[in-house]
């Protein structure tokens, strides 16, 4: 069963970075969208970035972090640096296989837990 772990979350202050990972297992993800998401409390789930054939960001998020894949070790990572409170969020890794609207989650067929990253101001 494919399943996807992500992984590097926590407790930062303004201004700082966290490496999110997610790893997958089961199956092999090379040729999916690979995306993260994140839902803050009281609000709908977010895009945030997107791998494919290309790399697609949030405007909220652009210029700050960094998608990323390892395709040997079927691990997608997000690089966030200064990190704001407004990126406090449950942050979900989603892979999708005939993605076409990246943007939205029901593209997506398989997600993640989420790790949570709460940023102090």
């Known amino acids: 069963q494919a399943q996807l772990v992500e992984s590097g979350g926590g407790l930062v202050q303004a201004g700082g970075s966290l490496r999110l990972s997610c790893a997958a297992s089961g199956r092999t993800f090379s040729s999916n969208s690979m995306a993260w998401f994140r839902q803050a409390p009281g609000k709908a789930r977010e895009f945030v970035a997107v791998i494919n054939w290309r790399i697609v960001y949030a405007d909220s998020v652009k210029g700050r972090f960094t998608i990323s894949r390892d395709v040997a070790k079927n691990t997608v990572y997000l690089q966030m640096n200064s990190l704001k409170p407004e990126d406090t969020a449950v942050y979900y890794c989603?892979?999708?296989?005939?993605?076409?609207?990246?943007?939205?989650?029901?593209?997506?067929?398989?997600w993640g837990q989420g790790t949570q990253v709460t940023v102090s101001s």
């Open positions: 989603a892979a999708g296989r005939d993605v076409t609207v990246v943007r939205q989650p029901g593209q997506y067929d398989n």
